[in-house]
């Protein structure tokens, strides 16, 4: 009886492992303000979750967005290959931005247009297409953490 128990028990702790981590890529989520807009970010903060991206999400609300972290400050470069939204790119060095993209489209192409940081960053913001234009995202503004 207790061996029948304990192999339920592994089962179920196996069955809930197995389906828990279908999107345990981007279980770290950060809030910040950018321009006094409060957004949730998924943390993309190793090479598989940042080579993944948003790729092949159906949706994004406006409030939302993916953030890749590096290890290092460098120059990075993005695309939108298998991304099925368009989107706003912030890159960002020491918490404020440096340069951005606005309304990037998509791109189901072999080869993709490439998107430069420009200068050398530590991290990347990716929002909602639209959402620079309408909270008037400007370059030298900070990305504030909230706790």
Excluded at 5 to 32: D, E, H, M, P
Excluded at 72 to 94: A, G, I
Aim: glycine share 2%; hydrophobic share 40%.
């Amino acid at each position: 009886m207790n061996k029948k128990l304990l192999i339920s028990f592994l089962l179920c702790v196996l069955i809930l492992s197995v389906n828990t981590n279908v999107n345990a890529n981007y279980l770290k989520i950060v809030k910040v303000k950018i321009n006094d807009v409060k957004v949730s970010l998924e943390v993309a903060d190793n090479d598989k979750d940042r080579e993944t991206g948003l790729m092949n999400r159906k949706t994004l609300s406006e409030h939302q967005g993916m953030l890749f972290l590096f290890d290092k400050t460098q120059e990075v470069y993005f695309w939108m290959k298998n991304v099925n939204f368009p989107l706003d790119m912030l890159f960002v060095r020491k918490n404020k931005i440096v340069n951005f993209y606005s309304k990037v489209p998509t791109c189901k192409a072999t080869t993709c247009p490439i998107y430069p940081s420009s200068e050398q960053v530590d991290s990347v913001i990716e929002l909602k297409s639209g959402f620079c234009e309408k909270y008037k995202i400007k370059i030298g503004q900070k990305i504030y953490f909230i706790k």
